[in-house]
């Protein structure tokens, strides 16, 4: 089992920046692959980012390439998504997701464990 508790969302204006982080426990992190994921109201849920368990590999959903940024820190068994730039359309709640296995994936059904989500709010 990993527990994932996500933080940093909040009320912004448009332009303006946020960091969330997402906290593990319980297994071993640095042996999980790690998503970002948001859903809008109304709106399935979207991939954001995905980072490999060491951390070399990075993927970006189209929408925000050039804008975020996924990181992590293994000693600290966090990721970290950096959002900058951000549009009202990036308005959300962000997840977290851990999934085993080497491969990226854009699918939410591919990531095994998730977080309660924290809200993003752009303001135009």
């Known amino acids: 089992q990993v527990q994932l508790v996500e933080s940093g969302g909040g009320l912004v204006q448009a332009g303006g920046s946020l960091r969330l982080s997402c906290a593990a426990s319980?297994?071993?992190?640095?042996?999980?692959?790690m998503g970002w994921f948001r859903q809008a109201p109304g709106k399935e849920r979207e991939f954001v980012a995905h980072i490999s368990w060491s951390g070399l590999s990075t993927y970006y959903a189209d929408s925000v390439k050039g804008r975020f940024t996924i990181s992590r820190d293994n000693a600290k068994n966090t990721v970290y998504l950096n959002m900058n730039s951000l549009k009202p359309e990036d308005t959300a709640v962000y997840y977290c997701a851990a999934g085993r296995g080497p491969n990226y994936s854009g699918s939410a059904a591919d990531y095994d464990y998730w977080g309660q989500g924290t809200q993003v709010t752009v303001s135009s």
């Open positions: 319980g297994r071993t992190f640095s042996g999980y692959r």
